[in-house]
């Protein structure tokens, strides 16, 4: 039987001054919700420096966290049995290529046909882990690599790795405007203040740093490599459009559609078309839970990227 209650012990980092404790908490432990982490709270099953607390008090910094995490013994959502593309697994971690329009999580709208659902039915031991020992996710039409631990004590230690920023993750993705150089975004997000469904640059926001280079030019887009320093939702596709680079296909963020001059009416097509966000989860870089060694993952890019990518690519050449 798994055990009832996974003890985590938490001192908060010094930038974390100001926080609120629910908020500090879900940042530090992102494979619970902020829903469930204020519930514990109320339950008494979150303490400070030994002291009950209050999910609205703020975080000083240097302090200590005992978090007792109820772990659930059955999972109430179902095992179905779906294709996985798995990169590796091992006794300890799983590295899955997501394709795009797969949801990682079941929530409302989406109560089945997950990777979470997947996963169960590929491995019946992970009911035991939180959230079938998914350690992070990316957005339903995002595809590419993730990692999941096959036990809790991989994924408390992949989480506190995530936190550190430790687990790098890179991304390829094709963007609206030809870039003249890289860079790197620094600039807080959280959500939208009228759009529900969006996010935005905000000054109150979360910290949010990403990183981006050119990989390829072409004469009105750019195929950018982009690097996560943190994870917040929809934050390449946030900090993109920011700077004025938005990723083909956004159907939140991407504004009006950008074609060459003189592009041939496949092309035009293709970018009136393509049906999601061109971005990719190529590449992810940790250190393995078990073995203490750092190991790199790569996911080849899907069939509709790189027919879009192909197609950029002629009509760069032939316009030379």
């Given at each position: ?154 994924q408390t230690a992949l989480v506190a790795e995530l936190a ?142 790189q027919k879009l990518i192909d197609m950029l690519t002629r ?6």
């Amino acid at each position: 039987m798994p055990p009832k209650f996974q003890t985590h012990r938490i001192e908060f980092p010094p930038d974390f001054a100001g926080k609120r404790l629910d908020q500090a908490l879900a940042q530090l432990l992102p494979q619970y919700s902020r829903s469930r982490i204020q519930r514990w709270i109320e339950e008494g099953a979150v303490q400070v420096n030994g002291l009950p607390v209050k999910a609205r008090d703020l975080v000083v910094g240097g302090e200590t966290a005992r978090v007792e995490a109820r772990l659930p013994e059955e999972t109430a959502i179902k095992a179905e049995k779906l294709p996985l593309d798995i990169v590796h697994q091992d006794a300890t971690v799983i590295i899955l290529n997501k394709p795009p329009g797969v949801v990682v999580h079941p929530g409302a709208g989406n109560p089945g046909k997950t990777l979470q659902n997947a996963l169960l039915a590929h491995d019946a031991r992970l009911k035991r882990v939180p959230r079938a020992g998914l350690v992070h996710r990316i957005d339903k039409d995002t595809s590419g690599l993730l990692v999941v631990a096959r036990t809790v004590e991989a994924q408390t230690a992949l989480v506190a790795e995530l936190a550190e920023h430790e687990i790098e993750r890179e991304y390829l993705a094709v963007c609206t405007g030809a870039m003249t150089g890289g860079g790197t975004v620094d600039k807080p997000i959280d959500r939208h203040r009228s759009h529900r469904l969006k996010f935005a640059v905000r000054s109150d926001g979360r910290e949010a740093v990403t990183h981006y280079r050119i990989e390829r030019r072409f004469r009105q887009h750019t195929l950018a490599r982009v690097r996560l320093e943190t994870g917040r939702t929809h934050q390449i596709r946030v900090h993109m459009e920011h700077i004025g680079y938005p990723i083909v296909g956004d159907p939140l963020y991407a504004g009006r559609k950008r074609y060459p001059k003189g592009a041939t009416p496949e092309l035009r097509e293709m970018l009136e078309k393509f049906g999601r966000q061109a971005l990719h989860a190529a590449k992810l870089t940790l250190t393995h839970p078990k073995t203490g060694k750092r190991v790199t993952y790569e996911a080849p890019l899907p069939d509709d990227m790189q027919k879009l990518i192909d197609m950029l690519t002629r009509d760069t050449e032939e316009n030379a």
